[in-house]
């Protein structure tokens, strides 16, 4: 989409990792939790508001995203959110969560603890990342 803007609070907040043909992805800057976002290049506001086939591959996209998660971090927990109140473009928390993470059993956002990556840690990420779902068309 040639119209679409990365949010600039979504552009501060988290670093880049991947692209596909649909979808933005990064990484919430807090490696205290495994926590992603997807964000569709899209100017629709909900999920549900895509064209089916848009609508698909970002769905499909979610899932590889959430098993990559599972794999890579082994939580007790995934949590998939499209809250968006504060950020009303459409972007999706894919967050792995363990009880032994700083916030369990509350939610990860709006919390003081934070621990910014580090560079290698990013880079660390990333290849895996472009590794485990190149396939899913993420580059």
Not at 3 to 26: G, I, K, N, Q
Request: aromatic residues 8%; hydrophobic residues 40%; charged residues 30%.
């Amino acid at each position: 989409m040639s119209d679409f803007v990365l949010h600039p609070r979504l552009a501060e907040d988290t670093l880049p990792l991947a692209e596909s043909a649909y979808s933005l992805l990064r990484l919430m800057n807090n490696a205290l939790v495994p926590w992603f976002i997807l964000v569709p290049k899209t100017s629709c506001r909900e999920l549900h508001h895509l064209e089916p086939e848009r609508r698909r591959g970002v769905r499909d996209e979610i899932d590889a995203l959430a098993d990559f998660v599972e794999r890579e971090f082994r939580p007790d927990k995934l949590n998939l959110a499209t809250i968006g109140n504060l950020v009303p473009q459409l972007h999706v928390h894919v967050i792995g969560r363990s009880r032994d993470d700083v916030c369990w059993p509350f939610p990860v956002w709006g919390r003081p603890e934070r621990r910014e990556y580090a560079d290698a840690e990013v880079r660390r990420i990333r290849a895996l990342v472009l590794e485990r779902l190149g396939a899913s068309g993420f580059r």
